[in-house]
């Protein structure tokens, strides 16, 4: 699989009810667990004081991952995702 960078900005649509906002966010922490378990979410981190996501997260490709990983994600209909591949550098100490 490759690795992603996605920075995720979720905007709910004015109007929209309390109620399915948390059932959403409720759901939203369900699939991330799953995503997390099957290898597709690595790591994710939230910049202080704000509201927008960085993860890195893996795919067979990016059409794989917007469709099949973050389209899975309960809240995606109010996400704007920005999604970087990465490739392997020579001087990564994490490399194997």
């Keep these: 699989m490759r690795e992603f960078v996605v920075t995720i900005t979720t905007t709910i ?16 922490h369900e699939r991330a ?14 910049p202080v004081g704000e509201k927008r996501s960085i993860g ?6 990016e059409q794989d991952l917007r469709e099949n990983v973050l389209g899975t994600l309960p809240l995606w209909p109010w996400m704007t995702a920005e999604v970087v591949e990465l490739e392997p ?8």
């Design 13 to 28: 649509p004015d109007g929209t009810d309390p109620a399915e906002v948390d059932r959403r966010r409720a759901a939203e």
């Design 33 to 46: 667990k799953e995503l997390a378990a099957t290898g597709h979410l690595y790591r994710i981190w939230r």
């Design 56 to 61: 890195i997260w893996l795919a067979d490709n």
């Design 89 to 96: 550098h020579p001087n990564d100490p994490g490399r194997s």
